[in-house]
């Protein structure tokens, strides 16, 4: 049996994040999207929206599981028994920070392979921070995450804007 992790902070969510698990979950038999922790990153949705959000949206994809990790990459996609780790490729400047991590993980355990899927030309633009910058102003971002988290974003910001 195949198992590959799609770890990444999905805060929230995007068409982008939700194009790559389609495909991913055509090619293995098991894909965990796998929400991190990212010391350096003060989270708008916590950890547990997050994945409660990705639940949500992939009910569709049965062979599709989430749930959140703390620690090292490698020694969780170890204890899942897992050896491929999926990446999405955006622009060149994803390059440097995919392959950095890449080639620490390869260090840390020989036996995980990292694949990046290139991103759908329609997402190439997208990512979490284009659409919490939009969603802040009220603009709209229908196009670029599923209804679910549109709604979620306009209650956060909504909140956060009146207290
Ligand atoms: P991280 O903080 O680990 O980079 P993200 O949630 O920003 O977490 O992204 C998770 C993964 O999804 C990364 O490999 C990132 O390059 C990829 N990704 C993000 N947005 C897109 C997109 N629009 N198209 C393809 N891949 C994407």
């Known amino acids: 049996m195949q198992i590959a992790v799609y770890p990444g902070s999905?805060?929230?969510?995007?068409?982008?994040h939700l194009d790559i698990i389609h495909r991913a979950s055509r090619l293995f038999d098991q894909v965990i999207v796998a929400v991190g922790r990212q010391a350096s990153k003060e989270p708008l949705f916590s950890f547990d929206e997050r994945v409660e959000i990705i639940q949500l949206v992939t009910t569709d994809l049965p062979n599709v599981t989430v749930e959140s990790f703390?620690?090292?990459?490698?020694?969780?996609?170890?204890?899942?028994?897992?050896n491929i780790i999926i990446r999405g490729l955006r622009a060149i400047s994803?390059?440097?920070?995919?392959?950095?991590?890449?080639l620490a993980i390869k260090k840390l355990d020989n036996n995980i392979e990292t694949l990046f899927m290139m991103t759908n030309s329609e997402y190439s633009f997208l990512s979490s921070s284009i659409v919490k910058e939009i969603a802040s102003y009220d603009g709209c971002v229908r196009?670029?995450?599923?209804?679910?988290?549109?709604?979620?974003?306009?209650?956060?910001?909504?909140?956060?804007n009146n207290s």
Do not use: C, I, M, S
């Open 10 to 16: 999905f805060d929230p969510v995007t068409n982008g």
């Open 70 to 82: 703390d620690g090292l990459l490698a020694h969780y996609v170890h204890r899942k028994e897992a």
């Open 94 to 102: 994803d390059f440097d920070y995919e392959f950095q991590l890449a």
């Open 143 to 160: 196009d670029l995450v599923p209804p679910l988290v549109a709604e979620r974003l306009r209650q956060k910001y909504q909140y956060q």
